[in-house]
Nanobody, 122 residues
């Protein structure tokens, strides 16, 4: 069984910073990709940032230059450093991981964390 647990959310003033973490645990053989999503009230879920096992990263245009995704492969953990936060960044942030729990066969599935609230006050 695989679990993803996020931490680091909270309340911050506009212009401030927060660092989110998402740790994957359980029977994990290989992680292919880890992503951060967010969903604000009344809005669709948005892909914020992606980090692949090959070291590639990608960001939504709305967070480029302000957010940084990084991984600690030894800890199966992905981080999201959020700087210069804006009120429009307020949302529930969730991580997911595309991973395989077995080597043979290697079958990749998507696992989700429970989400953490980020609130940016103006």
């Amino acid at each position: 069984q695989v679990q993803l647990v996020e931490s680091g959310g909270g309340l911050v003033q506009a212009g401030g910073s927060l660092r989110l973490a998402c740790a994957a645990s359980g029977s994990i053989f290989e992680i292919n990709r880890m992503d951060w999503y967010r969903q604000a009230p009344g809005k669709q879920r948005e892909l914020v940032a992606t980090a692949t096992s090959g070291g590639h990263t990608n960001y939504a245009d709305s967070v480029k230059g302000r957010f940084t995704i990084s991984t600690d492969n030894a800890k199966n953990t992905v981080y999201l450093q959020m700087d210069s936060l804006k009120p429009e960044d307020t949302a529930v942030y969730s991580c997911n991981a595309v991973l395989s729990t077995t080597a043979r066969p290697m079958r990749f599935s998507v696992y989700w964390g429970q989400g953490t609230q980020v609130t940016v006050s103006s």
